[in-house]
C-alpha cells in the first residue's frame, strides 16, 4: 500500500532495554522527520532528514539515534529506554521545496515501564 | 531559532459561535506557516497553508509578518470541527509545531 506506515503500533518494553521504531514510505519523499507528542509539549522534532545519509538533531535528540540508509526508511533507536521517553511518536514526510504538505504515519504509542 | 507559540491549550466554544485559534511564531528567514488538525483517532493532517491563500472547511489563516502570527479563523464553528489543532513552521529543513489548542465545539 502507499503511504507511510509505523510499526509497531503499541510497544512495551522496560526500562534500559533497546527498542527501535520503524517508519516506511512509498512515495520516495526526500524528507523524513520524528516527532514525539506528548500532553502540554504538543509536537517536538526528535530527528530529521533531508536526504539518505543526511541526518541532523531537532529539539529534543537526546536518548535517540536515527539512521536512513535508504531513501524509505527511517527507523528510531532508543538505545536505552527511560521512563521519560514514554510517549505517542510521529513519523512523516514530505518533499522538498516551500509550501509542501507533510504527511504523517499514524503513530506508535510507546509505553516505558 | 524556529519557535511556534500557541497559548491557549483549549478552547471551547458553542455551534454557530466564531473561533480563532492564535498562533505566533519566532523565524529569521521567510516562514512557511502551515496549520494541521488531529480528528480523534485519525491521523493529523495539513488543514491548510500560508502560500495558498486557501479556505479549508471554512477556516482562514493569514500571515502577518509585522505581528508574526498565523492566527486561524472560522466564522462559524461546527461540531464536527472539535479536534486538536497544530500550527507549524516550516523553516530551513526543519518542520516544528506548537504545542497544539484543543478546539470543543459544543451544540
Known amino acids: 500500500d502507499a503511504g507511510i506506515t509505523q510499526s509497531p503500533r503499541y510497544k512495551i518494553t522496560e526500562t534500559g532495554r533497546q527498542v527501535t521504531l520503524m517508519c516506511h514510505q512509498t512515495?520516495?519523499?526526500?524528507?523524513m522527520f520524528w516527532y514525539r507528542q506528548d500532553l502540554g509539549h504538543g509536537l517536538r522534532l526528535i530527528y530529521y532528514?533531508?536526504?539518505?545519509?543526511?541526518?541532523d538533531k531537532g529539539e529534543v535528540p537526546d536518548g535517540y539515534v536515527v539512521s536512513r540508509s535508504k531513501t524509505e526508511n527511517f527507523p528510531l533507536t532508543l538505545e536505552s529506554a527511560t521512563r521519560s521517553q514514554t510517549s505517542v511518536y510521529f513519523c512523516?514526510?514530505?518533499?522538498?521545496?516551500?509550501?509542501?504538505?507533510?504527511?504523517f504515519g499514524q503513530g506508535t504509542r510507546l509505553t516505558v515501564v | 531559532a524556529q519557535r511556534v507559540t500557541q497559548p491557549e491549550k483549549l478552547l471551547s466554544v458553542f455551534k454557530g459561535a466564531p473561533v480563532e485559534l492564535k498562533c505566533n511564531y519566532s523565524?529569521?528567514?521567510?516562514?512557511?506557516l502551515f496549520w494541521y488538525v488531529q480528528y480523534s483517532r485519525q491521523r493529523l493532517q495539513l488543514l491548510l497553508r500560508?502560500?495558498s491563500r486557501e479556505s479549508i472547511k471554512g477556516f482562514t489563516a493569514d500571515l502577518n509578518k509585522g505581528e508574526t502570527s498565523f492566527h486561524l479563523k472560522k466564522p462559524f464553528a461546527q461540531e464536527e470541527d472539535s479536534a486538536m489543532y497544530y500550527c507549524?513552521?516550516?523553516?530551513?529543513?526543519?518542520?516544528?509545531f506548537g504545542t497544539g489548542t484543543r478546539l470543543l465545539v459544543s451544540p
Open positions: 512515495w520516495s519523499h526526500s524528507y
Open positions: 523565524y529569521s528567514g521567510s516562514p512557511e
Open positions: 507549524a513552521l516550516r523553516g530551513f529543513q526543519k518542520l516544528v
Open positions: 512523516a514526510s514530505s518533499v522538498e521545496g516551500g509550501g509542501t504538505e507533510a504527511f
Open positions: 532528514s533531508a536526504a539518505a545519509d543526511i541526518t
Open positions: 500560508h502560500i
